[in-house]
């Protein structure tokens, strides 16, 4: 019997060069759910998705996947259970998107195989999915930050791996990318762990969100119950209203407006 | 490279690549003081090899020259053209910087200073070994002087490292250059310059055999290490999350870059540039695939060591230019107009 939980974190407890990083942060992660985790700049989420992927050895506390600790399990076979697209990934020399995609099955060849057809399938496939088949043979260095953001999706959906990790991948992308982007990792059917920076798009795309505050969890809960104008208040500092999306009917962060909370007068905040 | 196509391709150039280079060992064999046609030494060289052929058509003298003193040079080539070609892959891929080189290190200073002590001093102050053995043991404290430095003053980085390696690099020349000028006398200092300038012309055939395990082993190693080489590309969270231990392969990788430039430089010198360009051109040709890139730049950079020994030897006869004279020379031009052809960028990202 598999466990209900795709990842379960326990009491995970990071310190860096003497800083504590997370404190005994716990949550689980529902199989085909996707959760994502926000808080303010430095709250944790990056280091807490780092150890998910092993990227960032912590020193207590314990993650499973699929019911097993995931330090016991062998490097290549953790990386065929988790994908993961870590924040700002360097592209040195000149690889090609098909390069890029074409990693993602790193995990899977053996130390002298070529891609296999069955790899060649996986790599043509995940280069459709994520819409950059047109670009499979430019350099990555000439790509916008949508087509480079969607081409190293597909190098994490090439891994075939059922959990998706994701650090902000929606940083420094247009309106339209941000959802074409989160619109692809709703149809991974899979299981989705998301840090993700702006709010309302994390009420539209998550099912459960996970609130970090200096290294640890804050509550974690669906949207509507996340979303609080208290605990914007709390976490973020921001004094905002909540309301309800008036087409999905999910929460809705509007900030206060700046004249009210600072006193300018209306001139000011118009030419802001 | 991952497709079909991409295969086919790194076949392709790798078939052609091997073809020429026979044909061009067949040609450098057979120039030099003495010419020996083309047939004649693929004659000899089949008769030696396989026992075919008829012995009468050739001179002793000319067996002589085809398989002892110009085979095993054309063979040293060809190794330490590959050895140099696949470290500065690795260098370059490990250090993710296009200006990594087997020698950024600081290698190729520790190895020259072992070397011209040896030339300076005499055998005897190093206890009677050889000159290669001096050259690779200056390479290994070189190496360890970097790391060391590296390690213990601060978090590793591969930009300190590269500093590291150039600042040690400089005062190990500094060194050298001292011990050169102090000497005094014209014959060690031409012995100590021909050799820090790279030369292959001590090629013999009982000192083949450990360049050729080391460095057939090394290479061969980098190949098996090909995956975890595209997985360093996209930065270590990357790697760590395509289930490569960054830090682990790191290590490795920079401890077979270390053997197989200390070796390489211990039985030719150092031959400059050839580990910067092969890889770029190599790159070029059939992408950043390290399946495909490590035997591709191995097999150019052994066709293009053989053929600047060639030109090296033949240029100036009697005179024999340094190698690495003709690397530098040859390789610089070659190299920007190369650079300044393409369209590919070299490793902005």
């Not at chain 1, 989160?182 to 709010?199: K, N, Q, R």
């Not at chain 2, 002590?117 to 005499?122: E, F, I, R």
């Not at chain 2, 390479?139 to 360890?144: D, G, Q, R, T």
């Not at chain 2, 996209?234 to 682990?248: E, I, K, Q, S, Y």
Request: proline share 5%.
């Amino acid at each position: 019997m598999t466990p209900e939980h795709a990842l379960e974190i326990r009491d995970l407890t990071v310190e860096l060069g003497g800083r504590r990083i997370l404190h005994e942060v716990g949550f689980t992660v529902p199989r085909g759910e996707v959760v994502g985790i926000i808080g303010p700049n430095g709250a944790g989420k990056s280091t807490l998705l780092s150890c998910v992927y092993r990227h960032i050895a912590y020193q207590r506390g314990e993650i499973t996947v699929d019911g097993r600790e995931l330090r016991t399990l062998p490097r290549r076979e953790l990386a065929r259970l988790i994908a993961a697209v870590p924040q700002d990934t360097p592209f040195a020399f000149d690889l090609t998107v098909e390069d890029i995609v074409a990693a993602g099955r790193i995990p899977h060849t053996g130390a002298f195989a070529r891609n296999r057809d069955h790899d060649r399938g996986i790599i043509d496939e995940c280069l459709r999915r994520v819409n950059v088949e047109h670009l499979r043979h430019r350099s990555a260095a000439t790509l916008s930050g949508g087509e480079r953001q969607r081409a190293l999706l597909g190098r994490a959906l090439a891994q075939d791996a059922p959990i998706l990790v994701l650090d902000e991948p929606t940083n420094h992308l247009d309106l339209a990318n941000q959802e074409q982007l989160l619109e692809l990792v709703h149809e991974h059917t899979g299981t989705s762990l998301v840090a993700i920076h702006d709010l309302n798009l994390a009420a539209e795309y998550c099912d459960h969100i996970v609130v970090l505050r200096d290294g640890a969890v804050v509550t974690d809960g669906p949207p509507e119950r996340v979303l609080t104008p208290e605990l914007l208040h709390d976490v973020f500092r921001v004094r905002a209203h909540v309301v309800p999306h008036p087409e999905s009917g999910r929460p809705h962060v509007i900030t206060s407006a700046r004249r009210v909370r600072s006193g300018v007068d209306a001139q000011n905040s118009v030419r802001q | 490279m991952t497709g079909k196509s991409g295969s086919w391709r790194t076949g392709l150039v790798l078939g052609g690549l091997v073809v020429a280079g026979l044909a061009l060992c067949v040609v450098a064999v057979g120039i030099g003081s003495a010419f020996i046609p083309p047939a004649t030494v693929a004659e000899i060289l089949g008769y030696r090899l396989t026992g075919l052929g008829d012995p009468t058509h050739w001179t002793l003298t000319q067996d002589d020259i085809v398989w002892n003193l110009r085979l095993p040079r054309v063979l040293l080539a060809i190794l330490v053209g590959a050895a140099l070609s696949v470290v500065g892959v690795v260098a370059q891929a490990v250090m993710r910087n296009p200006l990594a080189d087997p020698y950024v290190l600081g290698i190729s200073s520790g190895a020259a200073l072992g070397a011209v002590a040896w030339l300076v001093l005499g055998a005897a102050a190093f206890g009677g070994v050889s000159v290669g053995v001096a050259a690779f043991a200056g390479a290994v404290l070189a190496l360890f002087a970097v790391a060391a430095f590296v390690r213990f003053t601060g978090t590793f980085s591969s930009s300190r490292l590269v500093l590291a390696g150039i600042v040690i690099g400089a005062g190990f020349t500094g060194l050298t250059n001292f011990l050169i000028f102090q000497a005094r006398d014209v014959g060690t200092t031409n012995t100590a310059l021909f050799w820090i300038l790279g030369s292959l012309s001590g090629a013999r055939w009982d000192q083949l055999l450990v360049p050729t395990v080391v460095l057939v082993t090394g290479v061969v190693l980098v190949m098996l290490l090909s995956r975890q080489l595209n997985a360093l590309l996209f930065g270590d969270a990357t790697a760590a999350a395509l289930g490569v231990d960054p830090n682990r392969v790191r290590l490795l990788l920079y401890v077979v870059a270390a053997a197989l430039t200390g070796v390489a430089v211990a039985v030719s010198g150092v031959i400059a540039f050839v580990g910067l360009i092969v890889p770029h051109a190599a790159r070029l040709v059939v992408g950043s695939d390290h399946r495909g890139l490590v035997p591709v730049a191995a097999a150019l950079g052994a066709v293009f060591m053989v053929a600047v020994d060639l030109l090296s030897r033949t240029v100036m006869p009697p005179e024999e230019l340094p190698v690495g004279v003709v690397t530098a020379v040859l390789g610089a031009p070659a190299f920007l107009l190369l650079m300044a052809r393409s369209t590919v960028r070299f490793g902005e990202s």
